[in-house]
């Protein structure tokens, strides 16, 4: 049984940064791509991120391009999301997730391609 475990959230000005980890329980996590989605009062859950098994390639939504950075470490079985210059409407719950696909050929950006998920960790900006 996969379990994904995230952390680092917390509440945090606007302009300001957060570090959010996941880690990941299995001996296949470098077999897979992973990704980190949101999901803010109200709407839907949305891909923030999604990295590839191999760490090759990276895809973000347009609204964190520039300012949030996902990175992983298959020594480690965890994946991280670097979030700088946050605004209020990054507030949302942030949830890891592991690909359904074991070494996918390309990056998954719908919620359905993702098998397993965290809890999730809230993140709060103010303004």
């Known amino acids: 049984q996969v379990q994904l475990v995230e952390s680092g959230g917390g509440s945090v000005q606007a302009g300001g940064s957060l570090r959010l980890s996941c880690a990941a329980s299995?001996?296949?996590?470098?077999?897979?791509?992973m990704g980190w989605f949101r999901q803010a009062p109200g709407k839907e859950r949305d891909l923030v991120a999604t990295?590839?098994?191999?760490?090759?390639?990276?895809f973000y939504a347009d609204s964190v391009k520039g300012r949030f950075t996902i990175s992983r470490d298959n020594a480690k079985n965890a994946v991280y999301l670097q979030m700088n210059s946050l605004k209020p409407e990054d507030t949302a719950i942030y949830y890891c997730?592991?690909?359904?696909?074991?070494?996918?050929?390309?990056?998954?950006?719908?919620?359905?391609?993702?098998?397993?998920w965290g809890q999730g960790t809230q993140v709060t900006v103010s303004s």
């Open positions: 997730a592991r690909d359904g696909w074991v070494y996918r050929n390309y990056l998954a950006v719908t919620v359905q391609d993702y098998a397993y």
């Open positions: 299995g001996r296949t996590f470098s077999s897979f791509a």
């Open positions: 990295i590839s098994w191999s760490g090759s390639s990276t």
